[in-house]
């Protein structure tokens, strides 16, 4: 029963980028009834078989309460219960409008609340799912390897659409994407990050392959480059070769902020590496060999992103209005939030003549001001805590275990990714990003603790 809702989590994981990279109502709507339904099931085994978790609540115990509290205080944002002096004055307003009484609530938009408290659930589901069937160390090698072709696949449909559609996607309406490679996401920023995790992997998979090379391969140089060649030749080509077909899709999305982001990420995945082999020499070499089929990729292929940086430079004065409007509007209501996810709500109160009166802002291009601005700077910094201790968690894995560091490394990794990313986009909004992020790092809090050591209920 395990295998099968690990392989049904696989397929979940696949499939979510394909609509719209998820950012669709009805994509997030199968997400929110397909991965809680495998929650129900894995925790209707363990019931039904007397089995315990694999990994204890009681060892995210911090992380796990801090979540409960924000999921709580959605709740209270939707509740029409509460005080009338808590209630926005939107909903008096609106009743004096239409004639009628109105119950109030703090969110402005308990609808859009609602959505998101979906989705927040969903990702928590993904987390969960990952965290308990990834503490076996075959499964979470699995996981790794799928996320890292699964990502290339969808890499390189990208690079064919934008080859052969100008980067059109076939049977969905989207933007246009300005020739940029986006795959089957709307924005092409969201794609870059995406891309990003995928890159994470398959390099993190590339220098774990190449170590028993590394210190095996004693003696000269050319013996050293020798063993290094017929590693790539031999087990090492396929993880190689979504690597490479991940980076170029990435380059020609064009991102600006996802580039630098998974620049700085996979420098920490490479200090990991080298942390954790027995000879500085040796890990250097693999490194380098490494860095420099990824500096190559860039030198070919790095045109247009490097024709983007040329043409726009690397900030945008247009997001840094925005930033100011959601300051503001976040220290007007800085304890209560005006409801979880209704950032396109709030946005228009606000709005003033620093921006073109054209256009429609639906989301703040950073994920903290909205988280901020949603649940206030309480609520707020506790969910931002919550994931930030258990990314914690995978990081000290990396450093202090001696066998499966890979999942640490990644997970720690891809935190830094979608963080620095999360500053100037909204990439993790996107489900396809999202769950998968989710997903890593519930594997990387999996594997943060020794084999032997018993972490179960």
């Known amino acids: 029963m395990?295998?099968?809702?690990?392989?049904?989590?696989?397929?979940?994981?696949?499939?979510?980028?394909?609509?719209?990279?998820?950012?669709?109502?009805?994509?997030?709507?199968?997400?929110?009834?397909?991965?809680?339904s495998l929650v129900f099931l894995y925790e209707a085994h363990l019931l039904l078989t007397g089995a315990s978790h694999p990994v204890g609540v009681k060892r995210l115990a911090i992380p796990a309460a801090l979540f409960?509290?924000?999921?709580?205080?959605?709740?209270?944002?939707?509740?029409?219960?509460?005080?009338?002096?808590?209630?926005?004055?939107?909903?008096?307003?609106?009743?004096?409008a239409l004639g009628q009484p109105i119950a109030g609530a703090i969110s402005v938009n308990r609808g859009a609340t609602h959505l998101a408290l979906l989705r927040l659930l969903t990702a928590a589901s993904v987390f969960w799912l990952s965290l308990q069937l990834?503490?076996?160390?075959?499964?979470?090698?699995?996981?790794?390897?799928?996320?890292?072709?699964?990502?290339?696949?969808?890499?390189?449909?990208?690079?064919?659409?934008a080859a052969l559609f100008s980067s059109a996607i076939p049977f969905f309406d989207a933007p246009d994407a300005g020739g940029f490679v986006r795959s089957t996401?709307?924005?092409?920023?969201?794609?870059?990050?995406?891309?990003?995790?995928?890159?994470?992997v398959s390099?993190?998979?590339?220098?774990?392959?190449?170590?028993?090379?590394?210190?095996?391969?004693?003696?000269?140089?050319?013996?050293?480059?020798?063993?290094?060649?017929?590693?790539?030749?031999?087990?090492?080509?396929?993880?190689?070769?979504?690597?490479?077909?991940?980076?170029?899709?990435?380059?020609a999305s064009g991102s600006r902020g996802a580039a630098m982001a998974i620049s700085l990420a996979l420098l920490v995945l490479f200090a990991l590496a080298f942390s954790r082999q027995r000879s500085r020499a040796e890990a250097?070499?693999?490194?380098?060999?490494?860095?420099?089929?990824?500096?190559?990729?860039?030198?070919?292929?790095?045109?247009?992103?490097l024709g983007r940086v040329a043409a726009s430079g690397l900030e945008d004065a247009k997001?840094?209005?925005?930033?100011?409007?959601?300051?503001?509007?976040?220290?007007?209501?800085?304890?209560?939030?005006?409801?979880?996810?209704?950032?396109?709500?709030?946005?228009?109160?606000?709005?003033?003549?620093?921006?073109?009166?054209?256009?429609?802002?639906?989301?703040?291009?950073?994920?903290?001001?909205?988280?901020?601005?949603?649940?206030?700077?309480?609520?707020?910094?506790?969910l931002l805590a919550a994931l930030s201790l258990i990314a914690l968690k995978s990081f000290s894995g990396a450093i202090r275990r001696r066998r499966e560091t890979t999942s640490g490394a990644v997970a720690a990794a891809a935190?830094?990714?979608?963080?620095?990313?999360?500053?100037?986009?909204?990439?993790?909004?996107?489900?396809?990003?999202?769950?998968?992020?989710m997903a890593i790092l519930g594997l990387g809090a999996a594997q943060a603790e020794s084999s032997r050591r018993r972490v179960s209920d």
């Open 68 to 96: 409960a509290l924000v999921v709580i205080w959605i709740f209270v944002q939707l509740s029409t219960l509460v005080p009338a002096a808590l209630a926005h004055p939107i909903w008096a307003m609106a009743a004096d």
């Open 284 to 305: 250097i070499e693999a490194i380098v060999f490494v860095a420099a089929a990824l500096f190559a990729s860039f030198a070919f292929f790095g045109e247009v992103f």
């Open 203 to 251: 390099v993190a998979l590339t220098l774990e392959l190449y170590r028993p090379e590394v210190s095996t391969a004693l003696g000269m140089e050319a013996n050293r480059l020798g063993r290094f060649i017929e590693a790539t030749g031999r087990r090492s080509a396929a993880t190689l070769g979504a690597s490479f077909v991940t980076l170029v899709a990435l380059l």
């Open 415 to 437: 935190s830094l990714l979608v963080g620095v990313h999360a500053l100037v986009d909204f990439s993790m909004q996107i489900e396809a990003v999202a769950l998968t992020y």
């Open 134 to 161: 990834c503490r076996h160390e075959t499964r979470a090698q699995a996981l790794l390897r799928f996320l890292s072709f699964v990502v290339a696949a969808y890499a390189a449909y990208g690079l064919i659409l």
């Open 2 to 36: 395990e295998t099968l809702i690990f392989g049904g989590l696989l397929m979940g994981l696949a499939w979510t980028p394909f609509w719209l990279g998820g950012n669709r109502t009805p994509a997030w709507g199968i997400d929110g009834v397909y991965f809680p």
């Open 319 to 382: 997001r840094l209005s925005v930033y100011r409007i959601t300051l503001n509007s976040i220290l007007d209501t800085p304890l209560f939030g005006y409801g979880f996810g209704t950032f396109a709500d709030v946005f228009p109160m606000y709005r003033d003549q620093s921006i073109s009166r054209l256009g429609v802002w639906e989301k703040a291009h950073d994920d903290y001001l909205e988280i901020f601005q949603g649940l206030g700077l309480v609520f707020g910094s506790a």
């Open 185 to 200: 996401f709307v924005n092409r920023n969201n794609f870059a990050t995406y891309a990003g995790l995928g890159l994470i």
